[in-house]
């Protein structure tokens, strides 16, 4: 759990750096650089247009990064359970299938024939 929420905080960092490093740039290639238009600084227009690019593509490729990463550290439980949805799949009726309707319940000799059976039988043993 403390890595996973290590890396979600660098992903945060990383995009708010992201966010205010764009905002700097100039979509025209001026932005940050255009303010330093010196020939001889050590850091001159072209180099911060460079450096900004660079930190731009850096930034990204860390916060894709970092998201896998996140993504392989998600605290999983252990036991395994099954998702609701599988559990109500399972359990669905197949709406092809034919209905079974309740059966009588196997016919029984009626009560009259069975007392005359029982009579027949009294009266030959007399």
Do not use: C, H
């Amino acid at each position: 759990m403390a890595i996973y929420t290590l890396i979600s905080i660098l992903i945060i960092l990383a995009s708010i750096l992201l966010i205010l490093v764009v905002l700097v740039q100039n979509s025209k290639g001026g932005g940050l650089a255009a303010n330093f238009t010196g020939a001889g600084q050590i850091m001159g227009a072209r180099k911060t247009t460079d450096f900004l690019e660079k930190a731009t593509w850096t930034l990204a490729a860390s916060i894709v990064i970092l998201s896998l990463l996140a993504t392989a550290a998600i605290p999983r439980k252990n036991k395994t359970e099954r998702s609701m949805i599988e559990q109500q799949i399972n359990r669905a009726v197949d709406p092809d299938a034919i209905p079974t309707l309740p059966t009588a319940l196997p016919s029984q000799p009626a009560a009259g024939n069975q007392n005359q059976g029982q009579e027949d039988n009294n009266n030959q043993g007399k």
